[in-house]
């Protein structure tokens, strides 16, 4: 990527802070429905040093990638009816660069992020079509305002195509998404109940397949997950939290099972706390922590900040006795008037192995987010 075609695209993300931000995108009839258009943009600067070489990008943020989607909402009796739409536009994404590829701008099917039709009630809300699973959003419970460059899956979603390099400047073909995961669950062709909130708590179940791929077999496998949930806001402290428990029943392999939870607790102060953690029945497990503070320093917008360290083992089947972990900060600012959040982030990926010596990974992430 020519830096003065970065320099360009970080001039046009300073410029969006001047325009005026868009109104609502609604319209309403006259029995109460509405259709609701929204997106957002994430362009991001994203520059990795490997301990031999700095491969610097211009790239989607792939937390928050570029999207644009839209709900349909409709009464119906004694429910609510609700069909959503949101699809991906295919724009290079932090978690495919590595040292030897840049991806290019392209859309396929798998950038389909909802068909999703649903129906609330009293009893709860029943959801069909392509959408997220129970468990979507369980590891991740996180109020800390930095989640743009630093949550519990910021080294896969940030630069997870990244080779370590051996100590004699080699690339090993060890890639960082290859040392971890936060076991979140995803998006699939499914069914799903979340039951109405009680006192803060409440259940989801679903069971899916995959719909959208057309690699080989990979229709084959069956997904089923559940998850209890709890939220609640205090006088003097929000709490957000999560466990789960997702099974993937696989053709020609053993079952995945997986079991993860976090939690999040926001005090009045602006000081926030993070925690998510997580086991792999005959695979890897993790812990995570994060720190974080938010406050109101300048008029434009709050101003969050937080520190985190991830630690996982036994993640990839090729390495002995692996041990990864990564740590680092994050600053996000908010433009309140223009919708707008300006980010910064830094983090270091440290890997061991038994007969192995691998040099770290430094990366900076520095970008903007436009939501309308």
Known sequence: ?????????????????????????????ASGGSVLLYG?????????????????????NDHANTRVGAFVTQPYNAGQFKFNFETALGAPATSK???????????????????????????????AGQGSMATDGVAQNDLSGTTLTTYVASSNDGYGDFEFRNADGTLSGVRIDSLNSDFDGTRKGRVRYDS??????????????????????????????????????FDTVEVQGAVGYAQQQRKNASDVKDTFGSVSVLFQSGFN???????????????????????????????????????????????????????????????TNVGMEGYFGYRRH?????????????????GGRWKF
């Open 40 to 60: 957002q943009v994430t362009p991001t600067i994203q520059s990795v040093n490997d301990g031999e070489s700095t491969t610097t990008s211009l790239v989607d």
């Open 273 to 335: 706390i993070t925690l998510a953690a997580g086991s792999r029945q005959n695979g890897g497990q993790y812990t995570y922590g994060k720190l974080g503070y938010k406050a109101n320093w300048f008029q434009v917008g709050s101003t969050a900040i937080g520190i985190d360290y991830y630690d996982g083992k036994d993640f990839n089947s090729t390495l002995v006795n692996d041990q990864y972990n990564a740590y680092g900060f994050g600053v996000t600012q908010t433009f």
């Open 1 to 29: 990527m020519r830096i003065s075609t970065i320099l360009s695209a970080s001039t046009a993300i300073l410029a969006a802070a001047a325009v005026p931000a868009a109104a609502q995108l609604k319209y309403e009839n």
């Open 350 to 366: 440290n890997l061991k192995a038994t007969g192995q010596d691998y040099q770290d990974i430094d990366g900076f992430l520095l």
């Open 196 to 233: 109405p909130s009680v006192n803060g708590f409440g259940i989801r179940f679903a069971a899916g397949k995959e719909i959208l791929s057309k690699a080989p077999g990979a229709s084959d496998d069956s997904f089923y997950d559940a998850a209890l949930t709890y939220a609640n806001d």
């Open 97 to 127: 660069v590595s040292q030897t590829f840049e991806p290019d701008w392209t859309w396929n099917r798998t950038n389909l992020r909802k068909i999703d039709f649903s129906f609330a009630a009293d009893w709860g809300t029943v959801y």
